[in-house]
């Protein structure tokens, strides 16, 4: 493929099709050509675990690093205690600062999976600049909003950072004009998100050469906003580039399942769980996805997503092992590609499959199906459940079940002590009585 810019950064996230906007694209490219550049994603620490959506900013760290240059992965622990209003139509749960500070601990493990950081394992978040783990010229630092936000003086910040937005720009924002349309409030806390959102821009910039804010193309609005508060106050030239919505070729947003988000830590979504979603990837996304959340070479890609019949399944399992691989580590995504080799192909049980645990005094008084469904994460609900059940999806121990008034007891048990419970030909997990 030809390049078609000066930088390697800009042409491989070109040629992997990362790229929906950016700011100033020539002057970016000259930038990111001459030299070292610092760029960052913000990620507010609102659960305990980022998702699949995320896994596409984190990788556009990981590209550009591997270009040579230093990233930057932003903790919010200051704008999550106040929530990102883009495309909502009601403001978030407010998080204490310890729920927050818990969330971060959980999420950055992600992070040193896929940046390189240091050459500790660990990464420090709270100690403030001087704990930032940076010991190459281009090792990635993981920072936290916080050092700076909650030290802001109210009226001081009104003053040298307020007077330069303009409310009725802010109101212009898509992000803003759909809640707005809506008749759904927007709370005055929520209002001044995209400020601090601007605000850590300039401050990264202040604080680490930082010229590039990156992230999914709902967040233009926002990161434009420091782009232009840059100027406003002063600063250097600053630059915005965003990806693209990913959508399936059916026309469905990347990373819902039935059951909710695909998470990346695997408490939430099994590693097993995890390899499943992306080998059940429709035919058409196959090269996409291999492009954007794998790091084979592009020649190898072309290969895989020229292949046709039956022949594209062996792609998807290479997609779900690279994939699985790069959140979960190498022995997992093995182990979850020979669990669903056991299950789907030799037809035997393989007791790593997912498992939801249950009192055996549980068992012995009778489980009800529907519930047993929803406890192993097979439905959402009773009523999803039986909806199943009555479409002949629903199996226990391999044998189909159309009687929704079931009660599972220790009869149900395999030799192996479980109870293998399925839903259609893709979706299975044990359930085992402690």
Same mark, same amino acid.
């Given at each position: 493929?030809a390049?078609?810019?000066?930088?390697?950064f800009?042409?491989?996230l070109?040629q992997?099709?990362?790229?929906h906007?950016?700011?100033?694209?020539?002057g970016l490219d000259?930038?990111?050509?001459?030299?070292?550049?610092?760029a960052?994603?913000?990620?507010d620490?609102?659960a305990?675990?980022?998702?699949?959506?995320?896994?596409i900013t984190?990788t556009?760290?990981?590209w550009?690093?591997?270009t040579?240059?230093r990233?930057i992965?932003?903790m919010?622990g200051g704008?999550?205690?106040?929530?990102?209003?883009?495309?909502r139509d009601e403001q978030?749960?407010?998080?204490?600062?310890?729920k927050?500070?818990?969330?971060?601990?959980?999420?950055k493990k992600?992070?040193?999976?896929?940046l390189?950081y240091?050459?500790?394992?660990?990464?420090?978040?709270e100690?403030?600049?001087?704990?930032?783990l940076a010991l190459?010229e281009?090792?990635?630092?993981?920072?936290?909003?916080?050092?700076?936000?909650?030290?802001?003086?109210?009226?001081?910040?009104?003053r040298?950072?307020g007077?330069?937005?303009?409310?009725n720009?802010?109101?212009s924002f898509d992000?803003?004009?759909?809640?707005?349309?809506?008749?759904?409030?927007?709370?005055f806390?929520e209002?001044n998100?995209?400020?601090?959102?601007g605000y850590?821009?300039?401050?990264?910039?202040?604080r680490?050469?930082?010229?590039?804010q990156?992230?999914?193309?709902d967040?233009?609005?926002n990161?434009i906003?420091?782009v232009?508060?840059?100027?406003?106050m002063?600063?250097?030239?600053?630059y915005?580039l965003?990806?693209?919505?990913?959508?399936?070729?059916s026309?469905?947003?990347?990373?819902k399942t039935?059951?909710?988000?695909?998470w990346?830590?695997?408490?939430?979504?099994s590693?097993?769980?995890?390899w499943?979603y992306?080998r059940n990837?429709?035919d058409a996304?196959? &090269?996409?996805f291999l492009?954007i959340?794998t790091r084979?070479?592009? /020649?190898?890609i %072309?290969r895989? +997503? $020229?292949?046709?019949g039956?022949?594209?399944?062996?792609?998807k399992?290479?997609?779900?092992?690279?994939?699985?691989?790069?959140?979960?580590?190498?022995?997992?995504?093995e182990?979850?590609?020979?669990t669903?080799?056991t299950t789907?192909?030799?037809?035997a049980?393989?007791?790593?499959?997912?498992t939801a645990?249950?009192?055996m005094?549980e068992?012995?008084?009778?489980?009800?199906?529907l519930a047993a469904?929803?406890l192993a994460?097979l439905?959402?609900?009773n009523?999803?459940?039986?909806r199943a059940i009555?479409? &002949?999806a629903i199996r226990v121990?391999?044998v189909?079940?159309?009687d /929704?008034?079931? %009660?599972l007891? +220790? $009869?149900?048990?395999?030799?192996?002590?479980?109870v293998?419970l399925s839903s259609?030909?893709?979706?299975?997990?044990?359930?085992?009585?402690?």
């Amino acid at each position: 493929m030809a390049a078609k810019y000066k930088s390697d950064f800009l042409n491989v996230l070109d040629q992997r099709g990362f790229i929906h906007q950016i700011s100033d694209a020539e002057g970016l490219d000259a930038l990111a050509a001459k030299g070292r550049i610092t760029a960052y994603v913000g990620y507010d620490a609102t659960a305990t675990s980022i998702h699949i959506g995320n896994l596409i900013t984190v990788t556009l760290l990981y590209w550009l690093q591997e270009t040579g240059h230093r990233p930057i992965s932003l903790m919010g622990g200051g704008t999550s205690m106040v929530g990102d209003p883009s495309f909502r139509d009601e403001q978030r749960q407010l998080l204490t600062v310890e729920k927050i500070n818990a969330n971060i601990e959980s999420i950055k493990k992600v992070y040193g999976r896929i940046l390189r950081y240091g050459d500790s394992p660990d990464i420090d978040v709270e100690g403030g600049e001087g704990t930032m783990l940076a010991l190459k010229e281009n090792n990635a630092i993981m920072a936290n909003n916080a050092d700076w936000l909650l030290k802001l003086n109210y009226v001081e910040f009104l003053r040298d950072v307020g007077r330069h937005f303009s409310v009725n720009r802010m109101l212009s924002f898509d992000s803003v004009k759909t809640r707005l349309d809506r008749e759904h409030s927007l709370s005055f806390l929520e209002f001044n998100y995209m400020i601090m959102q601007g605000y850590d821009f300039v401050e990264l910039n202040r604080r680490y050469d930082c010229v590039l804010q990156m992230g999914g193309s709902d967040q233009w609005g926002n990161i434009i906003n420091g782009v232009d508060l840059s100027h406003r106050m002063g600063g250097p030239q600053l630059y915005a580039l965003t990806t693209p919505l990913l959508m399936t070729s059916s026309g469905q947003k990347m990373g819902k399942t039935a059951s909710g988000a695909v998470w990346l830590n695997g408490d939430l979504f099994s590693p097993y769980e995890f390899w499943q979603y992306f080998r059940n990837t429709e035919d058409a996304d196959v &090269g996409k996805f291999l492009k954007i959340f794998t790091r084979l070479p592009l /020649e190898e890609i %072309a290969r895989l +997503e $020229a292949l046709g019949g039956a022949e594209i399944n062996e792609a998807k399992k290479i997609l779900a092992t690279e994939v699985t691989a790069i959140v979960h580590g190498r022995e997992a995504a093995e182990q979850s590609a020979r669990t669903a080799s056991t299950t789907f192909e030799a037809g035997a049980l393989d007791l790593s499959l997912p498992t939801a645990e249950l009192a055996m005094s549980e068992l012995k008084s009778g489980v009800g199906l529907l519930a047993a469904l929803v406890l192993a994460g097979l439905a959402t609900s009773n009523g999803e459940a039986r909806r199943a059940i009555q479409s &002949g999806a629903i199996r226990v121990n391999d044998v189909v079940i159309t009687d /929704e008034r079931l %009660a599972l007891s +220790e $009869a149900n048990l395999l030799p192996e002590g479980v109870v293998k419970l399925s839903s259609g030909r893709k979706k299975h997990a044990l359930l085992k009585p402690v």
